[in-house]
């Protein structure tokens, strides 16, 4: 997929975000184009949750604009940003435990579709949330535990079902943050297969430590160090390009930020 071209979905310009006195993004900036499949790896302390909680409103920048379809959102509250098509997940399961996939879903799709409270109502009323949750139990392989309670489905299917709820929000631009942290092994090819399926309109930002998962679904990849945008570039110039070797691939793969 050629993304030369295509329009920037998502623009972070010179972001600086201060606590006290100090600074845990330096003017960071990037651009997620349509389709977009990239990657934001950095060491432990890089600045990447900081950078991802300004993204999506969490926390609000000392300096610098955000921009989500052209359309400046640097001071638009988390749950107006959903509404505009940007959506992520995140590194802990905020999932309900004693709901399954199946009420969960159908939660949030009613609440995505405008319709309240109808969302307990047996599936097949209305006939487009029904429709919806089966697609989206089957596109992330969760009908074989959708009336299961959540607390006790694996881990890897949890997963599954959180990347599930924030495609139920339609969204333009997702943020996958650490979607296989924790997973164990055994169940880790079923997610990262979901993960590369994605539907290619929605662009992607992906937030990982697991170098295979980043090289083998990123086509674009940004490296923070220190909260400074060290360089960015496609998958070969970052594995090449002996600055990165030296702060983050060369000592250790499995490090956390």
């Known amino acids: 997929m050629n993304l030369d071209n295509d329009p920037i979905v998502l623009s972070a310009q010179n972001l600086v975000m201060k606590f006290g006195g100090i600074t845990a993004t330096n003017n960071v900036s990037l651009d997620l184009k349509k389709g977009a499949r990239h990657a934001l790896i950095g060491p432990n302390g890089a600045g990447k949750t900081?950078?991802?909680?300004?993204?999506?409103?969490?926390?609000?920048?000392?300096?610098?604009?955000?921009?989500?379809?052209?359309q400046d959102i640097t001071d638009l509250a988390p749950h107006l940003r959903v509404r505009r098509g940007l959506v992520r997940t995140f590194q802990i399961n905020q999932l309900f435990d004693s709901m399954t996939p199946l009420q969960t879903l159908a939660l949030v799709v009613s609440q995505h579709l405008g319709l309240g409270s109808k969302w307990w109502q047996p599936l097949g009323q209305p006939a487009e949330v029904a429709a919806r949750c089966e697609a989206l139990l089957s596109q992330f392989h969760l009908t074989d535990?959708?009336?299961?309670?959540?607390?006790?489905?694996a881990y890897g299917k949890r997963r599954l079902l959180?990347?599930?709820?924030?495609?139920?929000?339609e969204?333009?631009?997702?943020?996958?943050?650490?979607?296989?942290?924790?997973?164990?092994?055994?169940?880790?090819?079923?997610?990262l297969n979901t993960v590369g399926a994605l539907p290619e309109d929605v662009s992607v930002l992906l937030i990982e430590h697991d170098m295979d998962l980043v090289f083998s679904f990123a086509t674009r990849m940004t490296v923070l160090v220190n909260g400074t945008l060290l360089t960015e570039g496609a998958p070969e110039e970052i594995a090449n390009d002996p600055q990165v070797k030296a702060v983050y691939l060369g000592h250790g793969e499995n490090a956390h930020g």
Do not use: F, H, W, Y
């Open 50 to 70: 900081t950078l991802i909680n300004q993204l999506t409103g969490v926390l609000t920048p000392t300096s610098g604009r955000i921009a989500l379809l052209g």
């Open 171 to 191: 969204p333009k631009v997702l943020l996958l943050d650490e979607p296989v942290a924790g997973v164990p092994a055994g169940e880790r090819d079923e997610l």
């Open 162 to 169: 959180e990347i599930a709820i924030a495609l139920a929000c």
């Open 145 to 153: 535990v959708a009336n299961t309670p959540t607390r006790v489905m």
